[in-house]
């Protein structure tokens, strides 16, 4: 797989730019969002979501209501799967299994294992300045 494959593309608009920082506002839709009764349908699903990205020189000439593409490698997609899911997941479950051995009780262990991941969540927004530099961004203007 090339460098240009491997990466996550997602169309949008340009909403705020302050300073070094743009903010695009990306529609994400389902699959039927194309279908013409997605209005009566309480499975259509289409959620906004804001995309803040660093204002490099090649995208200052952007202005508000601009459509861009809004471009991410897919190896911090994984990343951020590791940090966000199968960390977590791997800390509950050993702490689940952990705490039942020594307590013999299933609630008092799924509430310790649920407890655990407080720290490591906590740890995570500590982190988080250190984590956004990770996880950037670019723009590409149509």
Do not use: W
Not at 34 to 50: E, F, H
Not at 58 to 72: E, F
Not at 94 to 110: K, M
Not at 119 to 133: A, S
């Amino acid at each position: 797989m090339n460098k240009k494959e491997a990466r996550v593309k997602h169309s949008g608009i340009v909403t705020k730019i302050k300073n070094d920082l743009i903010t695009v506002n990306i529609i994400n839709a389902s699959a039927c969002s194309s279908c013409k009764s997605k209005t009566y349908c309480s499975l259509s699903d289409k959620k906004n979501k804001l995309i803040i990205v660093k204002n490099h020189a090649a995208s200052s000439s952007l202005k508000v209501g601009d459509s861009v593409n809004v471009i991410m490698d897919l190896s911090i997609g994984f990343k951020a799967i590791f940090i966000g899911y199968l960390i977590p997941f791997f800390i509950l479950l050993i702490a689940l299994i952990t705490s039942f051995i020594f307590t013999q009780n299933e609630v008092t262990s799924g509430l310790i294992s649920i407890f655990v991941l407080f720290p490591y969540y906590f740890g995570v927004y500590l982190l988080r300045d250190r984590l956004t530099k990770n996880f950037e961004f670019n723009i590409e203007t149509y």
